[in-house]
């Protein structure tokens, strides 16, 4: 028994294309072919939220059972939201040893109120370990403007990609394509300069009024691998501390004691992101080391790394 809700008209939004379709039911129109049957709409239009009319060539519906149109666009490219309303006569269904089903003046009415999604990226830099870690938490799930409940997505295709430094060995073949939400990478794995993750989602979904949304959506972030000058600011810059500390001791007793002052503080200070790190607090191991070369200075360009070198941690 074939009901009206099932044989009504139906509408999606291709929000990349900008264009609505007009179709029937997947699973009517599975019935009707494999019975040989046909499918009739008369006299039937698609009225936008502009007042804007399309009419619907019944023949390209019995024929295709869909009509695709260009969806009216707002001054900054997006489809209009609001009510889309599909008027019309009839619809017959003929089943050749069934039923002939007609349904007069069957109408449908969808609201679209859809807002993109926007892609949130997150990178955390571990230079001492080390790792890089690229995670996408964005929330891909919309508003239903019938319940005002969340929808979440079917996942048509999804890709988080990780491109590294140009300059880095064996650019652009070590880029890291996956499915997942996070990429991580450790020693030798990623680089110094600046890395870039995309996300590129194809998503579908299905509001509660059967109006469905195709969509996808991109975001990326970059992100600066500066490894090589913070890891120099402890080595490097305490090594000059040091040496200028030793060559003031026979000669100034005023300026040693107030460079072997900095060397203990800023050494305490090394030990203590030391314990954080072991401790798994990277984080606040990183601002320490950071805070040790605000204040002995940048004494150490010449030891910086190239971009495009490995990230391989302290001791690798």
């Given at each position: 028994?074939?009901?009206?809700?099932?044989?009504?008209?139906?509408?999606?939004?291709?929000?990349?294309?900008?264009?609505?379709?007009?179709?029937?039911?997947?699973?009517?129109?599975?019935?009707?072919?494999?019975?040989?049957?046909?499918?009739?709409?008369?006299?039937?239009?698609?009225?936008?939220?502009?007042?804007?009319?399309?009419?619907?060539?019944?023949?390209?519906?019995?024929?295709?059972?869909?009509?695709?149109?260009?969806?009216p666009i707002d001054s900054d490219g997006n489809v209009i939201n609001g009510v889309y309303s599909i008027d019309g006569y009839n619809i017959t269904i003929d089943i050749p040893g069934d039923d002939t089903y007609v349904f007069n003046y069957l109408d449908s009415q969808y609201t679209l109120s859809y807002t993109q999604p926007t892609v949130v990226l997150t990178a955390t830099v571990d230079c001492i370990t080390p790792s890089f870690v690229s995670t996408?938490?964005?929330?891909?799930?919309?508003?239903?403007?019938?319940?005002?409940?969340?929808?979440?997505?079917?996942?048509?295709?999804?890709?988080?990609?990780?491109?590294?430094?140009?300059?880095?060995?064996?650019?652009?073949?070590?880029?890291?394509?996956?499915?997942?939400?996070?990429?991580?990478?450790?020693?030798?794995?990623?680089?110094?300069?600046?890395?870039?993750?995309?996300?590129?989602?194809?998503?579908?979904?299905?509001?509660?009024?059967?109006?469905?949304?195709?969509?996808?959506?991109?975001?990326?972030?970059?992100?600066?691998?500066?490894?090589?000058?913070?890891?120099?600011?402890?080595?490097?810059?305490?090594?000059?501390?040091?040496?200028?500390?030793?060559?003031?001791?026979?000669?100034?007793?005023?300026?040693?004691?107030?460079?072997?002052?900095?060397?203990?503080?800023?050494?305490?200070?090394?030990?203590?992101?030391?314990?954080?790190?072991?401790?798994?607090?990277?984080?606040?191991?990183?601002?320490?080391?950071?805070?040790?070369?605000?204040?002995?200075?940048?004494?150490?360009?010449?030891?910086?790394?190239?971009?495009?070198?490995?990230?391989?941690?302290?001791?690798?």
């Open positions: 028994m074939i009901t009206s809700a099932q044989a009504e008209l139906r509408l999606s939004f291709d929000m990349v294309a900008k264009t609505m379709t007009v179709f029937v039911l997947e699973a009517i129109v599975e019935d009707i072919e494999a019975s040989g049957g046909t499918y009739s709409a008369t006299g039937y239009v698609l009225t936008d939220p502009l007042g804007e009319t399309y009419t619907i060539d019944e023949d390209i519906i019995a024929a295709a059972y869909e009509i695709t149109f260009n969806a996408d938490t964005t929330d891909y799930r919309v508003v239903d403007p019938t319940s005002q409940g969340y929808i979440t997505p079917t996942t048509v295709a999804y890709e988080h990609n990780l491109n590294y430094p140009a300059t880095s060995n064996g650019y652009p073949t070590n880029v890291t394509e996956t499915d997942d939400l996070i990429i991580t990478r450790g020693s030798g794995e990623f680089y110094q300069g600046t890395q870039t993750a995309i996300v590129s989602h194809d998503v579908s979904y299905t509001f509660v009024d059967g109006l469905i949304v195709t969509d996808t959506i991109e975001g990326d972030l970059e992100t600066l691998v500066d490894c090589a000058t913070l890891l120099c600011g402890i080595t490097c810059g305490l090594n000059s501390l040091y040496t200028a500390m030793q060559a003031a001791k026979p000669k100034n007793n005023k300026e040693y004691q107030l460079l072997k002052e900095s060397f203990i503080l800023n050494q305490a200070k090394a030990m203590l992101a030391w314990m954080n790190l072991t401790c798994g607090n990277s984080t606040e191991a990183t601002d320490i080391i950071a805070d040790i070369r605000a204040s002995i200075g940048n004494c150490c360009d010449d030891c910086s790394a190239e971009d495009g070198s490995p990230i391989t941690g302290i001791g690798t």
